[in-house]
């Protein structure tokens, strides 16, 4: 059982778009920013959105992310192919001093 | 901007201990903290604690408190976490994860560690 809730899948045709919802509460996503990771199976995790809301650089603005209140959201739009992996979304929770993961979002393109 | 690289896999007998090492290069190692985060078959994501170089200052998940230590050397620029009295369910890929606290997010990310737990 995660400490952030995310949807199991995702899905989409190529060129559409798809969001990504992240719930938690007010000792985690409501105090303290989200992060956003991309994983790819046997690969490292990468950084998509961080500070709820912005891009590292490399990253396609496609991706974006928004919050409020305890929840927050990842968007994709003009899905590709490659756009195929699980999504993470990740704080730190002020209650358990620890940092914590939703359980993770399958995105398929259809 | 930094690499991380992490030791081989490694298979160990329940109730053994396993170390895992993570280098770091390419950035000021003590401006950072190290994350260790674990994906166990079929599961997620799951952050297992984290060491704040500049004071070594540690947080650990409640799931592995006890079991887990987490250090690093600054004269080697290399980070560890110690894991002990494995069981089956400890069987994963570790990975370290370079980790900025004030925002709280890991920007960089060794390629993972398998630690697989059997008799």
């Known amino acids: 059982q995660s400490v952030l809730t995310q949807p199991p899948s995702v899905s989409a045709a190529p060129g559409q778009r798809v969001t990504i919802s992240c719930s938690g509460s007010s000792s985690n996503i409501g105090h303290n920013y989200v992060s956003w990771y991309q994983h790819l199976p046997g690969t490292a995790p990468k950084l998509l959105i961080y500070?709820?809301?912005v891009r590292p650089s490399g990253i396609p603005d496609r991706f974006s992310g928004s919050k409020s209140g305890t929840s927050a959201t990842l968007g994709i739009t003009g899905l590709q192919t490659g756009d195929e992996a699980d999504y993470y979304c990740g704080a730190w929770d002020s209650n358990l001093s620890a940092g914590v993961f939703g359980g993770g979002t399958k995105v398929t393109v259809l | 901007q930094g690499l991380l690289v992490q030791s081989g896999a490694e298979v160990k007998k329940p109730g053994a201990s396993v170390k895992v090492s993570c280098k770091a290069s390419g950035y000021t190692f003590t401006r950072y903290g190290v994350s260790w985060v674990r994906q166990a078959p079929g599961q997620g994501l799951e952050w297992l604690g984290w060491i704040a170089i500049y004071n070594f200052k540690t947080n650990y998940a409640q799931k592995v408190q006890g079991r887990v230590t987490m250090t690093a050397d600054t004269s080697t620029n290399i980070a560890y976490m110690e894991l002990g009295s494995l069981t089956s369910d400890d069987t994963a890929v570790y990975y370290c994860?370079?980790?900025?606290?004030?925002?709280?997010?890991?920007?960089?990310w060794g390629r993972g560690t398998q630690i697989t737990v059997s008799s």
């Open positions: 500070e709820d809301n």
């Open positions: 994860a370079r980790t900025f606290e004030y925002y709280w997010y890991f920007d960089l």
